[in-house]
């Protein structure tokens, strides 16, 4: 119900966005080219010419909420040289799938999120807005799947295996090729 003012004030300026005499300031403040611009800053606080791929971008703001915790919460700074180094943060970003790292992709803020529209009774859902944006970014789906092709694989070739081995069908895959220029 919160959203149908934001939803309204968006709509209403992007359609008052068209008032434009001139094509040399197509792309200024009130153009509505703009308004796509400025309402990811002001809401995502992203922007596009300064952080590249949305992809990139958020997991640079989870890893600075990361920091953010650690340094508060448990008294930790892995930019310390007195501290014991944590080799896992300077590692690159992970595929951007729910799978194989769900928290990578829910992080604090779904679970935040989720907390704030979770009525007692009902089923907590947490919602990674950032990370489903960056889903549907382009070539974002293509590294979704590529994450739920890294579980899934080790289970299809444990099954192939249980199928071939364990109720004695014959492997054709093991089977030496017969072909032109072959022995046999």
Known sequence: MKLLP??????SAYSMSACQSQAAHEHDHWGPYSVQAS??????????????????FQWR???????????????????????????????????????????????LEGLLLGLAVYTPGAVFVPIPVDSIIGTFEEGGDKEFMEGI??????????????????????????????????DY
């Open 61 to 107: 703001k989870k890893k600075s909420i990361d920091l953010t915790v650690r340094r508060h919460l448990f008294n930790e700074n892995p930019d310390n040289p007195f501290e014991a180094e944590d080799p896992t943060w300077y590692e690159p970003r992970p595929v951007h799938s729910i799978v194989p790292h769900t928290w990578d992709y829910i992080h």
């Open 6 to 11: 934001i939803f309204f004030v968006a709509v």
């Open 39 to 56: 309402l990811s800053r002001a809401f995502l606080s992203y922007d596009p010419e300064m952080d590249g791929n949305y992809r990139d």
């Open 149 to 182: 092709g890294q579980t899934t694989r080790p289970l299809g070739a444990i099954t192939t295996s249980f199928f071939y081995d364990g109720l004695g069908f014959v492997d054709n895959r093991k089977l030496p090729q017969r072909g032109i220029g072959s």
